[in-house]
């Protein structure tokens, strides 16, 4: 049966027949399938993916049906489409069918691509698409791994794409690439039968593309044989032959300039030079003397990433000529003077960590390859940087030599050795100034130093404790001590510095031994930070400086100890073996840390750190000799030893110095002695903080200054190493700057004195001047010109002494913004550390006065305010533990509480008026927290006062009658700092505070108040009723009560509806509406009884004006939800929107102008659209007879609909809420209710009777039990309701509160 229907489908037909066919078939294919072909040619290559897989899988149920026909046909047809982005994936989608049906000949494949695009006989105009469809049809079959097992259908192949290479102009390369790797997965055999046919026997064309050198290297590996009968003996690095293949592989750069690889045939030409030992003759002459004549980016580029993949082929004699070359030499200029994001630098590190991975068992290439990269430098310094992090497969012999070398070169630099260069700019620099050894001594000197401080890192991390602990020993002794006699004790006596080492270089030295210091300490915290014998890494640099100061004969210090010095560093000694022998207290190991850096200190700067060191140790003892244990209340009375306000002080001038070492032991130190602070040492950083005390942050700045000296001493220094070009740059800017400034400040007094030079010379005419016409003689204008000379100078030196003293200041509010920012680590401890600690409390008035007076002017300014809103916020106000105990400060407590709430209401930002609402609200917790024993006797007298807080200190009245007036003010004011988040903060933590307030909100709700305010005391309301914390405030009665009054002043605020005129009068409508609504939902959900009638009454009293003003047009917007609100809410009071409402306000809506319609014939809908459009168009034209609001018929009888609908209407009736004590009707079958049915659909009774609707007869009623469906199969106003209070509670942020209450909706929704 297979074969006739095989001989059917191969008998020829006639173009008709086909055509016919083709449609018969084309009709019997599903949706589904045509689908597939959409699928592939879309962008996503994921879509693509799963398309193509379906499609085979639909095939492979009907592998002999008309779909394998039309898909091969669909699959052709789409390698030529016009759009060139398609065309790769219809190739790769024929070529995975090709793949899974094997029994599909592929010659027929090509004989149908023949057929469809046939390049003898396609037209001009299609060319194109016809060469790009036979070029990926080819593809398609290469990619099926099935044609080079088929012969016939690769010599077909083979011949095209020769045909296609002719058609440079449209494919250019891309049919060679292709014949390249077609042939690169043939067999031996086959490529020795082809070869002829491919390859030319001329050197010629070989040597006039990259792709038939790629032809040609391919032959040349796989069967080198044939290729030597077909053309000899070839040599590609002959003197002849170089010129041609630098051209070859310059237009191979050129090809992949976009794909940032290394071509293809550059790698070949590599490996060939390789094999026939001839690569130092391609390197030289056609790398460095060909590639590199011409600079261009590409070609650079290329042989950057040739060396790169060279380094794991060469040997070691063939890295030593790479390495000294004049390519690496490029390399490094090109890595300083290009900009960051064109470097090579980035990806040559991946090539030499892949060179250090794959040689990890040859130490001697490894070493050779760093030694050779960090020689290359740009007047003494080197090009790489010194976090070069290529040190992860690092072998240990090759890193002990490494760090042997940079030691070696630091003590006695070879510039001979180095590779070092100058670029353009500096070498026309040279010219006026020349280059000097020393300079480049300095350079190198300091890179290595900085260098080697950065290997600790990765030694860290391989635990390499004998290299940090030899680098450790270096940098100190090198830093501070210097060899009167080499001994074999001490090998760093044994290593001398030629050219000897300098003072500005032993600085250098020094400082990178304290970034040392930093570096042990920040990644060796724990464990790790233990040397082998259980101690830390500083504490054995002491012992060994210790060491080196007993070996008096062989060793000296740089700057020598006086005789306090040493006894202080003695004494230091002493109290780090008692603070050892209670190094498991956190005070004492803190203690410990604290005397190890500034004992380090005291060979860096001896007269600063010995004051320190008898200070620090002098509260060591005090602190020791207190009893462990003691109250609180001792530790914060004025009895308490200075100790700690000395400890703060000294931790202050260390904050001052610019070392973030000090900085991070200020912080471990300061958190064990938070417990002992006292109010004056509070007071002393305080007084750094907070912006607005005097003397005392002037007099901290003071220290520093000293800090900024050395800041200024180090910019000077990396102002030393810069270009001499950029320094001639910077001196023609600052004279252009000064000119500018000059001609810009103009003082009256220096124009007087130039008038008056110019007068004395007789330079200056005037109508009065006896001798206008005669001119000044040579001696009268050289007096001229050394006056005026003089004139300008001083004139020059003044405006130089102005932005002299204007830098000053800005460099004095730099260090003062920096010295505090440190500080606030301080404060930052002390609230992390000890939130419950009463001196808390003294740190909110600074916070809140830097927040208040910092501005955005600079970047230090931003990160203060910052810096101390987070601390307040996430540390302060947002703490789990606060303060508990007050003491006898409860009125001093709540009086700064009133004067914050009062600040809030002053404020002109309403950011900073949260802040300073929120400290409030933390006083108010440490109030309520605080327990009523320990209040003053004041507080006492008054226990009805405060009998619902019975247990705490806080005055419920006087907080009450500070936060009413602050809500007064809010709902009063025209523009007013508070916001609805802050009181909704308020009244979630504090509801019996809401309760006493809620009588104001009521009261602005309608009356004279301005509507903007009257829509606030409707959002806040709104807000407040959902809490169910506050319902448990209230008794049942004052509930009632309470809603009574809202419903009231509401039903007052409502006779106006309609007739709004302004969009904050619209505001309040709306906000009435919908606070209107919650307090019915709330009705119906508890089954209060509440008096409605009145309100019935004015809203539907209200409904003409309110359906006129929806019809006017131009607020339709607006209009629109206004009018959704009312009839939710005459929904929940039992009447129900008509029907005719909806089709009168469609009707005069109905006719629109020829403009509009054509301008929305513009646009298109999506297809569920538009086919949702279509199923409903008949609907309409029979809708209007059956609604008619006067036929009775059509009121009793509700339009027909499915079971399942009416069955969940019926569910959904819910049941009405008692209106002035009338019960609602029982339902004979209760337990057919769902337990989840919605109550806010449910509509209330007014007087016991169910009201009808406005627009209905009074006899229609049944019509009731026919609503329920609509609002079944539209949006229930509940959903509307729920999302537009998620979208105003995400507007307005407010804290906690809004998920509470939108949990309680949830479970409001829920309860049956």
């Known amino acids: ?680 040492a509070l007071q002393l950083i305080l007084a750094v903080v907070n912006p607005e005390s005097g003397q005392d942050a002037d007099d901290n700045v003071v220290v520093t200054d000293v800090a900024a000296g050395k800041q200024a001493r180090s910019v000077e220094d990396q102002d030393e190493e810069d270009d001499k070009d950029s320094e001639s740059e910077g001196e023609d800017d600052e004279d252009e700057s000064e000119e500018e400034e000059r001609d810009g400040d103009v003082d009256p007094g220096f124009r007087e004195q130039l008038m008056e030079v110019l007068r004395a010379g007789k330079a200056l005419g005037g109508a009065d001047s006896e001798d206008d016409g005669e001119e000044l003689g040579d001696d009268a204008m050289m007096a001229l010109d050394q006056n005026l000379a003089s004139l300008f100078a001083e004139q020059k030196l003044r405006i130089q002494a102005r932005r002299d003293e204007k830098n000053k200041l800005q460099k004095e509010k730099a260090l003062r913004r920096d010295f505090q920012i440190r500080v606030l680590d301080l404060v930052e401890v002390l609230v992390t550390k000890q939130p419950e600690h009463p001196l808390v409390l003294e740190l909110i008035e600074p916070l809140l006065s830097i927040i208040r007076c910092s501005g955005g002017g600079s970047k230090q300014e931003r990160d203060l305010l910052h810096k101390t809103a987070r601390i307040f916020t996430d540390h302060l106000f947002r703490a789990r533990r606060c303060c508990q105990d007050v003491g006898g400060r409860a009125e001093a407590v709540h009086a700064q509480l009133e004067q914050l709430v009062q600040r809030a209401g002053h404020q002109a930002d309403s950011s900073v008026a949260l802040y300073h609402f929120n400290g409030s609200l933390y006083l108010l917790r440490v109030l309520k927290g605080s327990p009523a024993e320990k209040c003053t006797q004041k507080s006492q007298k008054k226990p009805k006062t405060r009998s619902p807080q019975a247990a705490s200190c806080l005055d419920l009245n006087r907080v009450t009658s500070a936060y009413l007036a602050a809500l007064s003010s809010f709902l009063t004011k025209r523009n007013s700092p508070l916001t609805v988040p802050m009181f909704l903060s308020l009244f979630s933590r504090y509801p019996v505070i809401c309760k006493s307030l809620l009588p104001v909100l009521v009261q602005h709700l309608a009356g004279s108040t301005r509507p903007h305010n009257q829509v606030q005391a409707c959002l806040l309301l709104q807000r407040t009723l959902t809490m169910r914390e506050l319902k448990q405030c209230f008794e049942d009665h004052e509930w009632r009560q309470l809603i009574g009054q809202v419903v009231a002043r509401l039903t007052e605020n409502l006779r106006a509806l309609g007739t709004a005129q302004t969009k904050s009068e619209q505001q309040k409508e709306r906000s009435s509406l919908e606070l209107l609504n919650s307090v019915l939902r709330a009705i119906s959900h508890e089954k209060l009884t509440v008096d409605l009638t009145g309100l019935l009454g004015v809203l539907q009293g209200q409904q003409q004006n309110l359906a006129q003003s929806w019809q006017k047009g131009p607020q339709a917007g607006s209009s629109s939800r206004l009018y959704d609100l009312y009839w939710q809410a005459m929904k929940s009071l039992g009447v129900q929107r008509p029907k005719l409402e909806k089709d009168a306000k469609e009707a005069p809506r109905a006719p629109q102008s020829p403009v509009s319609m054509k301008r929305k014939k513009k646009g298109f809908l999506p297809e569920t659209k538009k086919r949702k459009k279509r199923k409903s168009e008949d609907v309409p034209q029979e809708e209007p007879e059956e609604a008619k609001p006067a036929a009775p018929a059509a009121a009793a009888d509700p339009p027909p609909s499915t079971g399942k609908k009416r069955k969940k209407t019926k569910a959904k009736v819910p049941a009405q809420a008692q209106v002035n004590g009338t019960p609602p009707a029982k339902r004979p079958a209760p337990a057919a209710t769902p337990a989840r049915t919605p109550k806010p659909q449910k509509p209330a009774q007014v007087n016991g009777a169910t009201p009808a609707s406005p627009t209905e007869p009074a006899g229609a009623k049944q019509r009731p039990k026919a609503l329920p469906k609509k609002g079944v199969s539209s949006k229930t106003p509940q959903s509307a309701l729920l999302r537009k209070k998620a979208r105003l509670s995400l507007s307005t942020r407010g804290p906690l509160l809004f998920q509470s209450g939108a949990k309680k909706k949830k479970a409001k929704v829920r309860t049956p």
């Open 1 to 680: 049966m297979a074969e006739m229907e095989d001989q059917e489908l191969a008998e020829p037909m006639s173009p008709e027949a086909v055509a016919e066919a083709d449609r018969r078939g084309l009709l019997k294919h599903s949706r589904e399938f045509l689908d597939f072909f959409w699928d592939i040619a879309k962008p996503e290559q994921q879509t693509r993916l799963e398309a193509t897989e379906k499609l085979l899988e639909y095939l492979r149920t009907r592998p002999r049906g008309s779909e394998m026909k039309y898909a091969l046909k669909r699959l052709i047809t789409g390698l030529g489409v016009g759009r060139e982005n398609v065309r790769p994936c219809y190739s790769l989608a024929l070529a995975q069918l090709l793949q899974s049906f094997e029994d599909i000949p592929l010659c027929s494949i090509l004989q149908q691509i023949q057929e469809k695009y046939g390049l003898d006989s396609v037209p001009q105009a299609t060319m194109r698409p016809s060469l790009f469809a036979n070029l990926f049809g080819v593809l398609a079959l290469f990619q099926s791994g099935r044609l080079v097992k088929d012969q016939e259908a690769l010599m077909k192949s083979v011949k095209l794409l020769q045909t296609l290479a002719q058609h440079h102009n449209h494919l250019q390369e891309q049919p060679q690439k292709a014949l390249v790797d077609i042939l690169s997965e043939v067999p031996e055999a086959v490529l020795q039968g082809m070869l002829p046919k491919v390859l030319k026997a001329d050197l010629d064309v070989v040597l006039s593309s990259p792709e038939h050198l790629a032809l040609f290297l391919l032959a040349r590996k796989k069967v080198p044989a044939k290729l030597e009968k077909l053309m000899g003996s070839v040599d590609l690095f002959s003197d002849e032959n170089i010129p041609r293949l630098v051209d070859v592989l310059r237009t191979a750069a050129a090809s992949v300039k976009k794909e940032q690889r290394l071509p293809a045939v550059a790698l070949g030409v590599l490996q060939l030079a390789l094999e026939e030992d001839k690569f130092p003759r391609f390197w030289k002459q056609a790398v460095e003397q060909g590639l590199l004549q011409k600079q261009l980016w590409p070609v650079s580029y290329m042989c950057f990433r040739l060396l790169g993949t060279a380094l794991p082929l060469l040997s070691k004699e063939q890295l030593q000529l790479v390495l000294r070359g004049d390519l690496i030499r490029y390399f490094g200029e090109h890595s300083i003077t290009v900009q960051n994001k064109y470097r090579f630098v980035p990806e040559m590190t991946d090539f030499v960590n892949a060179f250090l991975e794959g040689s990890q068992d040859d130490p001697e290439r490894q070493l050779m390859v760093l030694v050779a990269f960090s020689s290359v430098t740009n007047q003494g310094l080197p090009v790489v940087p010194t976090f070069w992090r290529v040190l992860r497969f690092l072998s240990p012999r090759a890193l002990q030599g490494y760090v042997a070398w940079l030691q070696g070169m630091l003590l006695q630099p070879d510039l001979d050795s180095l590779l070092d260069f100058s670029t353009n700019s500096q070498k026309k620099a040279q010219d006026t100034t020349p280059h000097v050894p020393e300079r480049a001594v300095f350079r190198l000197r300091k890179w290595i130093i900085h260098r080697m401080v950065n290997l600790v890192d990765h030694l860290v991390q391989g635990k390499e404790e004998a290299l940090i602990e030899q680098l450790a020993r270096f940098c100190l002794f090198h830093s501070f001590f210097k060899t009167k006699k080499p001994t074999g004790q001490i090998p760093e006596t044994k290593q001398q510095f030629s050219p000897p080492l300098d003072t500005r270089g032993r600085e250098v030295i020094g400082s990178a031994f304290f970034s040392l210091l930093q570096a042990l300490s920040t990644q060796l915290k724990q464990a790790a930070a233990q040397g082998p014998g259980g101690q830390s890494w500083t504490y054995r640099l002491v012992q060994l400086a210790n060491t080196l100061l007993n070996h008096s004969r062989n060793v000296a210090l740089v700057t020598p100890f006086t005789t306090e010095q040493r006894e202080a560093w003695d004494q230091m000694l002493q109290t780090l073996k008692e603070l050892e022998a209670r190094s498991s207290e956190a005070k004492a190991a803190a203690f410990q840390h604290l005397l190890l850096l500034v004992g380090i200190n005291l060979f860096k700067s001896p007269t600063e750190s010995c004051d320190l060191l008898g200070d620090i140790q002098a509260c060591i003892k005090k602190s020791m000799e207190e009893k462990a244990q003691r109250p609180r209340s001792k530790a914060i009375s004025a009895q308490e030893p200075p100790w700690v306000e000395v400890m703060v002080e000294i931790l202050l001038s260390l904050l001052a110095q610019p070392s973030h070492l000090m900085r991070q032991v200020a912080r471990s130190v300061f958190g064990p002695i938070c417990p002992h602070l006292t109010p004056r």
